[in-house]
């Protein structure tokens, strides 16, 4: 692998689980991306590589030891967390565990798995086709539902309430940016106060973004619960009111 210092950019993709995306190399954890997830190298510094992430743009620097050559995905992972095995069957060991939206190729179908082309095995029922959409992201959002919070989180192991919203709208094929203040941005269209909240609206507070599921209840990653939790609205707001974060700062519907 050799990015900008051989004087081109390159293409490379995830090979582990997680990776971290950091401000500076060696540095703070600013996003996550999955396995199978392309990056475009432009330069190194420090020994890791200044990527771009395809799935969003965003920027940061990555260990090259995490990344291989890119290739085009078939599959992704479509339940919570599945995991590869060395055979198939479901007694084999198992090598490693994937999060929901972990992009793989996948050659061939051995009985109930599929086969990686990295000779591992996958249960069938746990990937889609990689193309195919959500039409729900509060169904998506569901998923994760307890999963801890972890600033800069994207996978099942951890999540803040940007990364939630970004998996669960990237499922659905709308883009959506790694950061609230980017979604307050440029996510849908600002509603006027005090309209009724509906499903799969978003709700933002200076730093923070959750999904309305009914005009009653929100999902939302958050520290206060440390984790993936629902919320009735008026006690979000309250709560959030309460601990010194202000208001809602916008009503956006997609």
Known sequence: MSGKAHGTTQRFQVTVPVADLRKTP???RVRQLLMGAIVTASGQRDGAYMVEAEQDGYAGFIDPALLAPARPA??????????LYKRPDLKSEDVVSLSFGTLLTLTDRDGAFFRTQ???????VHVAKAHLRYRDPVAVADLFLGTPYLWGGNSRLGLDCSGLVQTALLACGVACPGDSGDQERVLGKALAPRTAPQRGDLMFWRGHVALVVDPDLLIHANAHHMAVALEPVT??????AEQGDGAVTSHRRL
């Open 118 to 124: 990295d000779g591992l095995f996958v249960p069938a």
């Open 74 to 83: 078939t599959h992704k992972v479509a339940t919570l967390a599945t995991h």
């Open 235 to 240: 006690d979000a707001i309250a709560r959030i």
């Open 26 to 28: 060696g540095g703070a």
